[in-house]
């Protein structure tokens, strides 16, 4: 049996395991148990029990199990062939297994639960402890704890993030377990392990040749492997390099015409349709185009906001919404995204800025501090047109790679004392989100700045905001969601690549790309990253329905004390009009939080 999940929520306290008590015989896709020192309510999952020993285990989602000996135990037995192997040696199995999963685990006679997630926690897992007794649910707001509080600590966190990245939640004492992470609880009490931490290497490349070609293959295998059992399927395309490379290889290995989804914007600046029908026809694609309104945004920002199990402010939520919602009516089951491909094998401008700013540092240290820095830090030298810009980069390049980042938090930029409510402020630290940063960057095992630059995106980027965007919008459009392009054995070849083969010069991809050279067309080779980027700022300006609703939800945080009145005010009196590209994102991100709390706080005051 292979289901998904739905719903999982478990308590579980080792004290009061009655070790006299049986679990039912027969366990159906509802699951409802309720025994001394444990209750689990589970609808959809894959569910074993094994009653000679005791031992349940509860699979989300569907790993792909690299030993051989064990996939053919797991082909025909399923979680069960796990079992052992989760009692007795959990990491080793999880560094056996790939793809998208979460497990849960309980050992009866021995009084232990033990959950686990995968490397970017696709299937998240949320817990709380209360006394002797630990909580597990499938999402933060179904943890089953006695009283629910709002964090105001959480709610700075996603003013900075625009997301509330693991291990907090929205609750206070409700935690997320971080990505490669095992949760175990028993009598002995409670640990939380890393169980996947990646390793950076410069491996040299022998044979280029037959790396391109392992790299394309594991391409095919992983699309493969998505599409084979998953009822329909079609892609997400946004005309980018990594969605016209799935949807490209979904038409091989299909030997069908693929089905592909593009969202398209009528502003300016904002659209790359044209790229979506280019790889569409290069690929022979029943190609779908949906020209995302400012009233599609009115009618759906209310259920989107909502739905996820605390805010989330990433805005291409919506437009990923609408081609879900285009699909499922189709009669899709799921949808192919390409995301991973930057993170994997460098393919964000950062990191060829990087690369400019490392041109300073080579510079001889002396003619750095008493020639350039000075004149750099000079007042008068910030005035001369030409010149400043000269300054701005000399400011820069002094930073280390993470401070750098800093400079572009809006959150930052603004300044907390003018943005937040005195009352709110000071119930929050603002240090707490920078010192998360810099355990996530300290952390990542890497010899070089682009590396450690890739695994802090791993984290940030990929498993706090963009997987969690696409899963939680699918989701609710009815549909299953894969991302072909982050399986375990793409993973390995981006662990192993030589900085010199992902960022070439200043081309961006550059292995990736020539990988595929001949199979991508040439003019989606060489585009620049756009992706399905959202102009709300310049349709919060220009559609009367879209104003009203994000200027009231604004406001609604003015009432809670989270934000001030006077920076408000002139967020859609000055800055918004000047810059809506810019400052729409804080507009967003403000009206998505208070979407959020009246759906599901809305006594939330400071």
């Known amino acids: 049996m292979t289901a998904r999940l739905n719903r999982l929520v478990c308590r579980f306290d080792p004290a009061q395991i009655d070790s006299s008590r049986d679990l039912p015989a027969a366990l159906s896709d509802a699951l409802d148990i309720t025994l001394p020192g444990l209750q689990l309510q589970a609808a959809g999952p894959d569910i074993r ?48 297994l790939g793809g998208r999963f979460a497990l849960l685990w309980i050992d009866l006679d021995r009084a232990r639960l033990g959950c686990l997630n995968d490397r970017f926690a696709t299937h998240p897992l949320c817990w709380a402890v209360e006394a002797s007794a630990i909580a597990v649910a499938s999402r933060a707001d179904a ?19 625009h997301v509330i990245p693991a291990p907090r939640t929205i609750f206070r004492g409700v935690a997320r377990l971080e990505p490669g992470h095992m949760l175990s609880r028993d009598s002995v009490g409670l640990r939380d392990t890393q169980w996947w931490q990646p390793r950076f290497t410069q491996t040299p490349v022998s044979d280029i040749d037959t790396l391109k070609a392992q790299f394309v293959g594991a391409i095919r295998g992983a699309v493969e492997r998505e599409s084979s059992g998953s009822g329909r399927v079609a892609a ?18 299909s030997g069908e015409q693929p089905r592909g989804y593009s969202i398209g914007f009528d502003t300016a600046g904002y659209d790359e349709m044209e ?10 694609v029943d190609h779908r185009e949906y020209y995302i309104t400012a009233q599609d945004l009115v009618s759906h920002i209310p259920t989107v906001a909502a739905s996820y199990d605390q805010p989330f402010g990433n805005s291409s939520a919506l437009p990923a919404y609408c081609l879900g919602l285009m699909a499922r009516a189709d009669g899709y089951d799921k949808l192919l995204a390409g995301d991973g491909g930057d993170e994997l094998f460098g393919g964000n401008a950062r990191y060829a800025k990087q690369k400019v700013f490392e041109l300073y540092q080579a510079i001889p240290a002396a003619i750095r501090s008493s020639l350039i820095e000075p004149v750099a830090g000079a007042g008068w030298a910030s005035r001369i047109p030409g010149v400043s810009k000269a300054c701005s980069y ?6 280390s790679p993470l401070a750098r980042t800093e400079q572009y938090n809006l959150l930052q930029r603004l300044g907390q004392d003018s943005v937040l409510g005195p009352q709110f402020r000071a119930l929050t630290d603002a240090d707490a989100p920078l010192q998360l940063r810099r355990r996530v960057w300290d952390g990542v095992r890497a010899d070089t700045v682009l590396d450690h630059e890739l695994g802090f995106d791993w984290r940030f980027t990929l498993a706090d905001n963009d997987l969690p965007k696409v899963i939680g919008t699918t989701s609710l459009a009815g549909l299953d969601v894969g991302f072909p392009l982050l399986n375990e054995d793409l993973i390995a070849i981006a662990l192993s690549l030589p900085d010199a083969m992902k960022l070439k010069g200043f081309k961006l991809r550059w292995f990736f790309k020539d990988a595929l050279r001949g199979f991508l067309p040439d003019e989606i080779l060489t585009k620049k990253k756009h992706g399905f980027g959202l102009p709300f700022g310049h349709w919060a300006l220009s559609d009367p329905a879209l104003r009203t609703l994000s200027r009231d939800s604004v406001h609604g945080l003015v009432d809670r004390g989270i934000l001030q009145r006077g920076f408000v005010d002139a967020l859609f009196g000055e800055l918004l009009p000047a810059h809506p590209g810019y400052y729409g994102e804080m507009v967003w991100i403000g009206m998505m939080l208070e979407q959020w709390l009246r759906a599901n706080a809305p006594d939330t005051r400071f």
């Open 143 to 161: 943890v089953p704890i006695r009283q629910r509080e709002i964090d105001p600590q959480a709610i700075f966190d996603y003013l900075y993030f």
């Open 236 to 253: 997400f395309l946004s005309g980018g390099t990594d969605s016209s490379t799935v949807i490209g290889m979904l038409r091989d290995v």
């Open 49 to 96: 029990f094994d009653r000679s020993s005791r031992q349940l285990v509860v699979q989300i989602g569907r790993p792909t199990v690299q030993d051989p000996a064990l996939a053919s135990a797991y082909a025909s037995a399923g979680p069960s062939a796990l079992l052992d192997a989760l009692i007795n040696d959990p990491i080793g199995l999880a560094n056996s």
């Open 394 to 399: 000399v400011e820069q390049a002094r930073m």
């Open 275 to 284: 790229y979506a029908r280019i790889a569409a026809k290069a690929y022979g």
